[in-house]
């Protein structure tokens, strides 16, 4: 019984123990440290841009959109029609008039 | 100088008046930090860190509220992530060394003495830190703020925006588990 009491004497105190707590004091140096920081970060460019980058409301609209773009220009060229060899042939003759397989038999006239 | 002019002077870049903010609030930063962490060395750590974020976020502040409450939100939001870093170090520390791995070795955390703690309570409120490290996150936050800040509940509900009535539940809840702790530790101790 009697421990029990002393038990939540100490408890008590010690619950009171940051009563009249004085606040710490930071280092007297701390707006050099700071200033240098601050440099050092400037100089390490790249390492911002790469932080940026991969900050996940940057990088997961990237991704999306690189997927989007490439799903775009692969229904795009699948859309567009395939032109066969024998399209090929059949442009080149009209282009060289030579469309006419039987040029020998329209020039020669019958006797 | 007026807290609203050294803002609109820290967005334009003005060196005179970042040096002004950090000096006027570097011991609110320092000390708040302080009695999260419970290190002077990552108190200082994280000190730094808030004014960076300061300075390199000052254009995003909207003044709604008043830079003090800004900057304890910063302050207990940095505080935090480094207690977790630590945390997740000391888990792989420990991890190695169960696999024989030459990681750290985890060392105990020693008593920490606040340096604004009068002689007589020293021994007492380093009992009482290893308790409050042992809270959970948001009851840890509300308890340092009011007991070692000595902020009121309801500037407590600013910087964690939150309601005063959850800040009440969490300092209740806060001093319950206190309790637990601290009779376990004086049951064990005789």
Redesign the interface.
């Known amino acids: 019984m009697n421990e029990q009491k002393h038990i939540r004497e100490e408890m008590e105190k010690t619950l009171e123990s940051l009563n009249g707590i004085q606040r710490a004091a930071a280092n007297p140096y701390l707006f050099t440290r700071i200033e240098a920081r601050l440099e050092k970060e400037e100089r390490s460019f790249w390492s911002r841009a790469l932080t940026f980058i991969s900050r996940p409301s940057v990088a997961v609209p990237a991704i999306v959109l690189t997927i989007l773009i490439n799903t775009a220009i692969f229904f795009e060229f699948k859309s567009e029609k395939v032109q066969t060899p024998q399209d090929e042939e059949q442009v080149f003759a009209s282009e060289y008039n030579l469309s006419d397989n039987t040029i020998y038999e329209s020039t020669i006239e019958p006797e | 100088m007026d807290e609203q002019f050294l803002i609109e002077k820290l967005r334009q870049g003005d060196e005179a008046a970042f ?1 002004e903010i ?2 006027t609030w ?6 708040t930090a ?1 009695g999260i962490l419970q290190s002077a060395e990552d ?2 750590d994280v ?2 860190e808030v ?2 974020q300061v ?1 390199e976020s000052i254009k995003t502040f909207k003044a709604e509220s008043k830079l003090s409450t800004w900057l304890y939100r910063i302050t207990v939001s940095k505080a935090l992530d480094h207690l977790r870093r630590k945390k997740r170090k000391k888990r792989f520390a420990f991890i190695q060394s169960l696999f024989g791995a030459g990681g750290e070795t985890v060392i105990e955390k020693p008593d920490f003495n ?5 002689l007589d ?1 020293k021994e ?2 380093a ?2 830190f290893k308790a409050i490290d042992r809270l959970p996150e948001n009851q840890k936050i509300a308890f340092t703020l009011h ?4 902020l009121s509940y309801q500037e407590i509900s600013d910087v964690m925006k939150t309601s005063v009535s959850s800040v009440e539940s969490l300092m209740h809840r806060a ?1 319950n588990n ?2 637990k702790l ?2 376990d530790h ?2 064990n101790k ?1």
């Not at chain 2, 570097?26 to 000390?31: F, G, I, S």
């Not at chain 2, 606040?114 to 009068?118: F, K, N, R, S």
């Open positions: 040096r950090v000096e570097k011991n609110l930063v320092y000390n302080l108190a200082e000190t730094q004014f960076v300075f606040h340096p604004g703690i009068v309570n007492r409120a009992i009482l007991k070692v800040e000595g001093k206190l309790k601290l009779h004086y049951q005789d």
